[in-house]
Each structure stands twice: as C-alpha cells, then as structure tokens.
C-alpha cells in the first residue's frame, strides 16, 4: 500500500462513499459508538479515519469527539456533516496521519480506527501510535475486515488479491495476528466477530503502561 494510492482513492471515493459504503459498514459502526457510549469515565474520544463522518452523529451528547483522516476529501464530507446536523460532541476533525500522530502520550479515553488499519501502508505502526496515545487503563478499538485464520478460504482468495491493493485503496488479505504479535503496552479482550457473514471484526483493548 503507497499513501498515494491510498489519496488517490479516497479522492475518487468521497463523493460516493456514503452509498457505497455506508451499510456494509453501518453495523458495525453502530456496534463500536454504543459500546463507548456506555463506557464511564470516558470524556476525550479520537476517531482515526474518520471518514466522511458517518459515526459521527452517534456519539453520546456529552463526549469530546476528536476525528483525524489523511484524506482532505473525505474529512470535507465529515465537516459538512457536522454543520449541517450541529454534532457539537465533536470538537476538531484535523488532516493527519494514523502513523504519525501529533497529539502528545496519554491524551484519550479512548481511540478507536473503524476500517482504516488495512488502508494503512504500516498498519502496526498505526496501531503503536493509537496505544501511545491512548492514556493507562483507557481503550483502544479496532474494527477491519480480518482474513479469517480458521479454514483456507479466506487466504486463498484474498492472497492472490493482494496485488489490487493501491488500487482499491485497502488490504484484502489482512490477517489480525500479525497486527497483534506487534502490539506493546496493551492487553488485548476478545476478539467478536460482525455481520455480514463474520467478515469484520471488533478488538478490544486495554492500555496497560505509559
Ligand atoms: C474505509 S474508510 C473508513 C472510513 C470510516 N472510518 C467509516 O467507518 O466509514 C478508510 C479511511 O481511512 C482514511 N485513511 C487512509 N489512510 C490513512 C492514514 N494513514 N491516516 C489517517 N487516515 C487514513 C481514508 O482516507 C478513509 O477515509
């Protein structure tokens, strides 16, 4: 994956992703923003790749929303989501990258990326800054699409994808435990499995060192 390719086709994307993409992914969304709405002691949120935004109005009233993408284009849509529905849980919406985070250590309750590590080029480089700057004992929260590791369908199609990668702008072989294997300072829940057919999944984990 070239950070090129990537902006490139999320500059293709912006205008139709909500169509395109807005249900395949609704559920799961819909799954990660309710189980932070029940979070206690939970106030500073960061959305890495946030998109056009589509989580963005169902965040709990009372949150700070933070929500990063590296695409100018897609983070326009999610500004004018959140003018045009006044979504005041959410408090900035910067260009940055996931692999390069500008916020100091510690600095959220909770991070969470919602399809965005597989379009990433260095994804456990993505995952170590999420954990940085996550503070001790707050969450962190991932939700991809994961090759599943059970059975030999999953890499047998997707592996040979992989060649199509720049340009569909994602990762179709992308097999969680290697991501994990590279994960420091973190203790990472169970893993749930998601509709369509268990093809997403949701990781949950705690930060257990600064
Ligand atoms: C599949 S979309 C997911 C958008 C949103 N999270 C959703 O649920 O619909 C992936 C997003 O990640 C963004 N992205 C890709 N590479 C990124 C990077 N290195 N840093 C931040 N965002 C990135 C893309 O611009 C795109 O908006």
């Not at 139709?16 to 500073?44: C, W």
């Not at 408090?91 to 600095?107: C, G, I, N, S």
């Amino acid at each position: 994956m070239k950070t090129s390719s990537v902006l490139a086709a999320y500059r293709r994307y912006a205008k139709v992703y909500d169509v395109v993409f807005g249900k395949v992914f609704e559920t799961g969304r819909r799954r990660v923003v309710s189980q932070i709405n029940h979070m206690p002691r939970v106030q500073r949120v960061l959305e890495a790749g946030v998109g056009t935004g589509l989580s963005l109005g169902l965040y709990r009233h009372d949150l700070q929303v933070v929500g990063i993408d590296l695409s100018v284009e897609m983070l326009a849509q999610a500004k004018r989501r959140v003018a045009r529905h006044g979504l005041t849980q959410v408090k900035a919406l910067d260009v940055m990258d996931v692999q390069h985070l500008t916020y100091p250590d510690d600095d959220f309750d909770v991070v969470v990326a919602m399809y965005v590590l597989s379009v990433v080029p260095d994804p456990g480089q993505a995952l170590a800054e999420l954990i940085r700057v996550c503070r001790p004992g707050g969450t962190v929260i991932v939700l991809n699409h994961f090759t599943a590791e059970t059975g030999h369908m999953g890499p047998l199609i997707q592996r040979p994808l992989s060649r199509f990668s720049n340009a569909l702008g994602w990762r179709p072989y992308f097999p969680l435990r290697p991501l994990l294997d590279r994960a420091n300072g973190i203790e990472v829940g169970p893993v749930h499995r998601l509709p369509p057919f268990g093809m997403f999944a949701m990781v949950e984990g705690r930060k257990t060192t600064s």
